[in-house]
Every structure is written in structure tokens, then in C-alpha cells.
């Protein structure tokens, strides 16, 4: 079963925050956020693993509450770039190496 | 340092002919995993493989489906008889050879299928 992401669909204008939410049914060993424009390959934005790790990278952060089997995608200060459809990837406990999808996330980011 | 390496990036095939797809994994990277996109959809895992060994396939279709890392060159996916619903993008991914759980995948820029 697929993780859920919330919203569906943002848009921001420059220089706004966003938060994008990602919530599996499963335990959870690790999270992976990607971001793909379209016709693109996914690219890496970070992973986060369960003991409630918070990690940063620029302007874009990430939070993972394992009890909740939670993640959040923090975006501040949002620039044109940003724009893409954000996807979690999930790492079930037990579950092996693969990654499960969510729904993605599609954000727009305008002037 | 090249990244993930997907050849070719556009396949048009008939209505049952064979389609291969072709993943060099990063440099040092010995972890391959083949992902199914549908258009406006979200990837589907298929298949993890490492050097000759199919760890994981249990995403991968019963019949007509499948996958190989041989000891030299790139890993492939192969569908036979292929069907207008294997129309999709098959993005591979590849991760280091550390051993343990939450490594890393670095994607391919995809192999674009279309079946006519």
C-alpha cells in the first residue's frame, strides 16, 4: 500500500514556505524525498532514518516521526527551481531495500 | 563521476515484439533497481538486483517480465510480447555496496516505452 502525500497540488509565490506531508500504514525504517520535473528523472533530496532524524539541506529540511510512520518536507523561502512534483519513498521495516512511492505532490512555484 | 546511464531513451516497439532495456548503475555502485512510472502516476518498484543475483522481484509481472545484472555490463530489462499497457517509463536506480538498510538511490533518466 501506497504512503499518502498531502496536499495533492501547491502553488507558491516566490520567496513562500511550503510543507509537504507524507503518512504510511506501514513501520517505517527510512524515507527518501526525490523531485521530478516533467519528463525527468527523480532526484535525490535526501533520506531520512527512523530515530526521528531532522536533516537540512539549504532552504529544503525534513522531519521523520517513526512512532507516527510520518515524514515532512519542509520547502522555505521558495525559488522557481523548486517547482516539480515532490515524491516520498518509503523503506518499510522488514521490507528490504526497495522503495514504495506516494501519490507525489505537485508544486508550482511563481513570481 | 557519471551518474546512472539508461540506453535507450525513447523505444517505440509493435504490439508483440520484445522490448530490452539497458542500466549502467553508477560508477562503484553494484545495486540496481528497475521502477515503472505510468504517465501522471507514481513509480512502481519491479525489481532489485545485485552482480547475478536477483534479490528481490516481487514487483515484478508474472509472465513476459524480466531482469538480469550479469557479471559484465549492464543490467536489462526485457519484456516480451509487449502490450499497449506496458506503454510507461522504466526509470532504473542504482546504490553503493554497503551492506545494511537506507542506502541511497540515484535514478537513471529513464527508458521511454510506447507500444503501438
Known sequence: ???????????LREGEDAVINCSSS???????????????APIFLMILLKGGEQKGHDKISASFNEKKQQSSLYLTASQ???SGTYFCGTEQAGGGNKLTFGTGTQLKVEL | NAGVMQN???LVRRRGQEARLRC????????????????????????????ENIIDE????KERFSAEFPKEGPSILRIQQVVRGDSAAYFCASSPPTSGRGKTQYFGPGTRLLVL
Do not use: C, D, N, T
Open chain 1, 26 to 40: 506501514k513501520a517505517l525504517y527510512s524515507v527518501h524525498w526525490y523531485r521530478q520535473k516533467h519528463g525527468e
Open chain 1, 80 to 82: 522557481l527551481s523548486y
Open chain 2, 8 to 10: 535507450p531513451r525513447h
Open chain 2, 24 to 51: 549502467s548503475p553508477m560508477k562503484g555502485h553494484s545495486h540496481v533497481y528497475w521502477y515503472r512510472q505510468l504517465p501522471e502516476e507514481g513509480l512502481k518498484f519491479m525489481v532489485y538486483l545485485q552482480k
Open chain 2, 58 to 61: 516481487s514487483g515484478m509481472p
Open chain 1, 1 to 11: 500500500q501506497q504512503p499518502v502525500q498531502s496536499p495533492q497540488a501547491v502553488i
